[in-house]
């Protein structure tokens, strides 16, 4: 196994702790499935435990997002051969089916 493959499975460990530990958070910020509603937003607010529990919650989910942006993206693209400071555009195309907006890598033309 190359490094480069071996840092890239020590990034994807310490994703999936993450993950882990973002779930427990959401879980805890928001006990019931679905929407909130204003008056449960507003009590969330209201409470040193929603605060609390909102900013562990924006935390948690940064950490995350700054490890897959700055440690997993460019090592991933270190093993596919890929130059991470290639130039590459993010196209946006809605997908009506999934319910979600994906998003696709475009070279440059």
């Known amino acids: ?3 480069t493959v071996h840092r890239l499975w020590q ?3 310490v994703v999936e702790k993450e993950t882990f530990y973002l779930r427990a958070v ?3 910020l928001f006990p019931q499935a679905g929407p909130l509603a204003a008056d449960q937003r507003q009590s969330l ?3 040193p435990e ?3 529990r909102l900013e562990s919650f924006v935390g948690k989910f940064s950490r995350m997002q700054d490890t897959l942006v700055d440690k997993l993206l460019p090592t ?3 093993q596919t051969a890929m130059a ?3 130039q590459r555009a993010l196209e946006y195309r809605p997908d009506t ?3 979600f907006p994906r998003v696709f890598l475009k070279p440059f033309a």
Do not use: Y
Request: hydrophobic fraction near 45%; aromatic fraction near 8%; glycine fraction near 8%.
């Open 1 to 3: 196994m190359t490094q």
């Open 11 to 13: 990034i994807l460990r």
């Open 26 to 28: 959401i879980l805890r």
């Open 45 to 47: 607010f209201d409470t």
């Open 50 to 52: 929603g605060i609390d």
């Open 76 to 78: 991933f693209l270190l």
């Open 84 to 86: 991470p400071t290639q």
């Open 97 to 99: 089916n999934a319910g």
